[in-house]
Structures are given as C-alpha cells and as structure tokens.
C-alpha cells in the first residue's frame, strides 16, 4: 500500500471512510473471507483431516466433475429448485392473489397458515414427514382410502421417487415465505389500476398477468433468490429423512460435504464440493437478480 | 473516478498474490505431525505414586446397561485410586465417529477415547500417529493373556496404519458382539414351523413363513449400514472364511467378484423378489424395524446381539435368539468381533493412568459388572451366569461362534469408505435396481483402489 491515495480536495480521505468500515469488514473478514480462503486452501489438498496433507491442485475440482456419484449430487440439486423454488413461486403467486384480492375474513389466520411451515425448525420437519412417508404413514393411508392403494410405497426407500418426496416437503416449507413475500408486495399495489383494468373489461387472469406479475417482479426475485440458495444448500432435510440414500440417489452438494469431511476423512475433496457449491450457488443467484432487474 | 481504476486493480492483484503465497505456505495436516511418542519409556504400574490426575475419557456407554455398568467402574476406579479424577464425556455413536478426528487433531485432546475398529477410525488414527500402542502395558498387566488372538486381531494395527488385524495392540474392549438371527416362538409355533438348526432349513423356514401369509424377515434400511449385517449373515455361511476376514480386513488378494461372493448377494436379491422382506426396507429406519419385529410384525429378525436388551424389554419371553445355522457340514459363522476398543492418546498427559484404567475396566470382576448389567463381555463368557431369558441365549450364542466356530469381522472394517459404498450399493440390491453382479463391482471399486493405494 506504498501509493496510498493523498487527500483530494473532494473530500475528507478515504481512509476516513475505511475507518467507518473496518469494525465491520474485521467481522466479515475474521468469520467469511478468512474460512472461505481457507476452504479454497484446503480444497487443493488431498488431506484426511489427521496426516500430512498432499498437495493435487485442481485434481479435487476435476473429481467433481468427473465423479459420478458427485456429478449426481449436484444434479439432484438442481432438481430440488423446481420442488424448492419454482414450484413455491408458482402456488405462492396464486395463493398470494387469492388471499389479498379476494378480501376474505380471517386472512390473518389463513396467512399464518401458509406461513407457519417456515416456522418450524427443519429438523422437526424432517421427522414429521418421515412418519408421513412411512410404508404405513399418512400419505400411504390417505392413498388407500381413495382407492390408490396401487401406487403405496416406502417414498423415501423408493428408487425413483424418494427424491421427488424430498421436493414435496421443500415445495410445502418454502410456499409459505414466497406467498408471504408476494402478498406484502401485491398489497402495495394501487387499487386504482385494478379498478382501471377492469374498466377496460379485463377478467381476473388478465389482471393477473398485466397487473400483478409485473408489479410484484422485485418480490419475486427476492423469493426466487431465497428459495433457490434453499434448494442448493439443503441439508437437513436430506441428513433427516434419507440419509442420500436409497443408493445415493438423494445425495446433495452440502451432504457430500458433511459426509467426506466428518464420515469419510476426505476433507480435501468435502471442500472442493463446498467451494463448488458457493460459486453455483453465486452464479444462479447473480442470474436470478439481473432476470430481476430487467425491465 | 477513472483514474482510481487501475490502482484498485493492482491492490487486488496484490492481495491475490499475497492470498496465494498465505494458503501455499502451510500444508494441512503439518501442525498435526508432532514427534512419535517415545519408544521404550519406563511402564508405572503404581497409580497411586503418581500424585493427582485427571482422565478425559470419551465413550460411547449411553445407553442403558452401557451406561450403567460405565458408571459403575468409574466410581470403583476413582474408589481404589483416589488421586484420579475422570472426567467424563458421554456421546452417541454417531456423534463419537464425527468428532473424533477433529478432537485427536486438537491441543486438547482426551487421555482415552473410544474408537471403532475399523480403517475409517482406529486405522486413520494409528497413521497419524493419535493412538499410543498398548504393547508395553500389555506385558505389564497380563493383556496378552486376558485376550484371545481371535479378539486382538480386531484391535491390532502396523504402526503405519497399513495392516491391519497384525502387529501392536491399539485398544482393548469391553463387550463382544455377534450378529445372529432373533426369532419369534410363538409364531413359528402357530405356524407349525420348527426352529430351524441348518442354514437349508432356515431358508425353507423363511418360504414357510411367506406361505403362511406371515413376513419373514424384518429389515429397516434407510440407514444403509442394516443390510451389511444381512447380507453378512448371507455371505458367512455361502463364502470361504478366509476370504472373508481378508475382504473385510481390507488385505490385498481377495476379491468382491468370485461366483461364491455373487451367490451371496444372488440370494439376498432372491430373498426380496420372493417377497420374505417386509414393504419398502429402504423406507423404514432401524429403530421402526426392531420395533415392528417386536411387535409380531415378522417371524425372524437378523441383527447384533445389541438388540437383547431393548427387545427383551418389549418382547419378554417371546423372543429368542440364536446364531446363524450353518450349512449341513459346515462349522456356525457369523459376523461380530468386539465392541468399540477403548484406546490411549497419544496427546495424553498421564498414558500410565489411562493405562491402569484401560485394565480396570476390562479386568475380570469388570466382566462380572458388564454381565450384571446386561452386556455381552468380550472374555470370560463361559465364566459368567447371565440374567436368564434372552441374554442366556445371546452368552451362548457369542461362545458357540467365538470359541468352536468363525466369527467374522464387520464388512464395513475394510476401507475408510466400504460403510458408505456398501451401504448405497445394498440398497440398490435390495431394490432390485441393481443386479448382483453391478452392486458387486461397485463394492469391489472401493476395495480395489483402496488396497493399490494402501500398498
């Protein structure tokens, strides 16, 4: 820092300013940058958390490529963003017009309805649904009792659909907050356009698409960015009800982690993974907000 | 505004480079590799000469008998040595295997720790170094003559971590286990079925069983890791011992893929397709399956003698358990080996105190304690009189493989990963997703390239 920036005639020195910022970059640089670089560090290394570590530079960042079962891994991720953030999306944009347009009594309670999933500590989520998905659970009972009784099964022990069940619980907890976001955001909207619109004889769907949809495009990239980093990141969940199995076929990025870091002793390769994850999770979120910002 | 540019880049760029030459500058793992312990130093037997101590001991005792029978010899070592103060830490298995590796790595580490047998633990600990090889202690207190080679072998390590079930002694346990087949008299006995004695007979049981419209077999899997003992059971009794014990001690020359190995695994699947499994084994978790077989849900059940206690508590006189009936001719095999070692680390202050304690706690009146409290010891079986009812039937069952047959090792024992890929792949099997001859290569990859890396 030998070529420091002498103080302009704009202005107090910027150094000023950086002393407002340092207490809380300290904070971000102590407990974010520092492991984050660590992680990287570590993500070069074959290391099994107790020996000499031996260095393979991107070898790591070339498994996760070329191993299948990671490969997989990431893949169900980004399955899970349908079950997790466009199908939330989807139910949240219709509940959240039906709720504030349709001036029902007792909204609050029908709000806090929706919203209490996301109250609930994922932990107990994943335990209620498990019982739910047992081969003698709810949802098999329920299925018997309107004549469905082909189609039972251990959901979570199933080969194809244990990962669709998995989505299924994520579809029901992320609803609540996209609903709650859309709602705020649709409640802001003047009465006047609805009134204007329907002057001009537009039905309910149109409103819908020529009023609301625009209207409420910043919510909705807040709650697209919040449910996607949901989906990509999950691990509770999975580590609650399946375990990445049957045969690794829920198997997620963060449950990698976890497992080759603490299970495993593959801390080089569970970093590697994490690492990736971030940069994933960054880029599909920087895309989500600039569809966002486009107007 | 423009002019800033560049200066911003070349600050970035110099704090990359500085980042860079930060994360090259030390390896992971070098703060880990202090000298070796010292070899050859003077053995204390006399605790009491040794002035105050403090034993950490992490275990894994939480349950019920496991817990109590800790409990007490805790209180009657601190009793006999009075300047010895044990500070114990009590944690679930699972939570034992994860924090270990972080704890062995620390400044602060326990005397005596609780560690599985296996590559994934015992063996990752010897290669690095944590764990104090029990040799000179075991000439002092006489261990090589409490324990049989059969149970040395499972805690026995190169000092390189590479061989195991040779060279020194890394830890010594408490309790045996064995994994056999618990069975339901009273079912059997409505449906006119007769205990079976051979392995060809249990099999015609389990088609009796399906014919009568009751389950067999009663297995939660989600885990992954309750297959292994299924399919274990399966294997012991259709492939050589010998090739066993190397597959699973995760030795060079044996082989996943041999026609008796796919004959094993040819009837687990065969087992399920014909339905002697309940719904959906890879939906129900291990807890909802003992407890389904507890409640008469199946005729027969194949787990670890682990299982006495809680089921016995349930089931009464209505359970009973036995080792699995080898093939006409053949002597009884079945998977078991030890409870979790307790071993000494490296990072321990007091070795000679935690040696002392290691021996108190595995001594013979131990073994009386561990029996009062409804544990299986891993020696002196045939001395002790258990509680009658099912713990009879679990010391006979340990003694008649142990002593007079082949008990052998936990398949997952073989490699650091073997639990994860056995277990993924078993559910496949059991899925009947994957034929035999696929699940068996995967499990053979993990074997493979562990053994060429091993050396």
Sequence with gaps: ?295 | MTSRRPRTRRAAVAALAGAVALLTACTPGSENTGAPPPAGREVQTDIAALGPVTLTVWDQEVRGGQNEQMERLNAAFQERYPNVTIKRDSRSFDDLATTLRLALSGNDAPDVVQANNGRADMGAFVAAGELVPLTPWAQAYGWDQRYPDSVRQYVSYTPDGKVFGEGEIYGLPQVGEVVGIYYNPAELQRLGIAVPTTWEEFEAALAAVKAGGATPLQLGNVEGWPALHVFGTVQDQLVPADQITDLAFGRKGASWTTPENTQAAQRVTDWAAAGYFNEGVNGLDDNQAWQAFSRGESVFFIGGSWYAPDLEATMGQNVRFMPPPPPAGKPVSATGGTGLPFSITSASDAPDAAAAYLDFITSPDAMKVLTETGNLPVVDTAAQTPPAGLSQDVFAAFAAVADNGQLLPYLDYATPTMGDTMGAALQDLLAGSQPPDAVLSTVEADYAAFVEKNG
């Design chain 1, 1 to 295: 820092m030998a070529d420091a920036p002498r103080t302009s005639h704009l202005g107090p020195s910027p150094w000023h300013a950086l002393a407002y910022v340092v207490p809380a970059l300290a904070v971000y640089a102590a407990f974010v940058l520092y492991p984050l670089g660590r992680a990287v560090h570590l993500s070069l290394f074959d290391w099994d958390g107790l020996t000499l570590a031996t260095f393979v530079g991107l070898g790591n960042y070339a498994e996760v490529v070329t191993d299948a079962g990671l490969r997989a891994a990431f893949g169900h991720a980004l399955v899970l963003i349908l079950f997790f953030a466009l199908l939330p999306t989807a139910i949240g944009l219709v509940l959240a017009s039906l709720l504030t347009r349709a001036r029902l009594r007792g909204l609050p309670f029908f709000r806090t309805v929706v919203f209490l999933p996301q109250v609930v500590a994922m932990v107990v989520v994943g335990v209620a649904w498990r019982q739910l998905y047992a081969p003698d659970g709810s949802v098999n009972d329920l299925l018997e009792l309107v004549g469905l009784g082909a189609v039972t099964r251990a959901w979570l022990g199933d080969p194809t659909f244990a990962l669709p069940a998995v989505g299924v619980i994520g579809t029901w907890v992320q609803t609540g907050l996209v609903t709650v976001l859309l709602m705020a955001g649709i409640s802001r909207i003047p009465d006047q356009l609805y009134e204007a619109a329907r002057l001009d004889g537009a039905g309910p769907v149109r409103e819908f698409f020529a009023i609301t949809l625009p209207s409420v495009r910043a919510e909705l990239a807040v709650a697209l960015t919040l449910t996607v980093i949901a989906a990509l990141k999950t691990f509770d969940l999975i580590y609650i009800t399946t375990g990445g199995g049957p045969g690794n076929r829920t198997s997620v990025p963060s449950y990698e982690v976890y497992n080759r870091a603490f299970r495993l002793g593959e801390v080089g390769s569970a970093a590697a993974v994490g690492v990736t994850l971030t940069a994933l999770i960054f880029v599909v979120n920087l895309a989500v907000v600039r569809i966002g910002e486009r107007r």
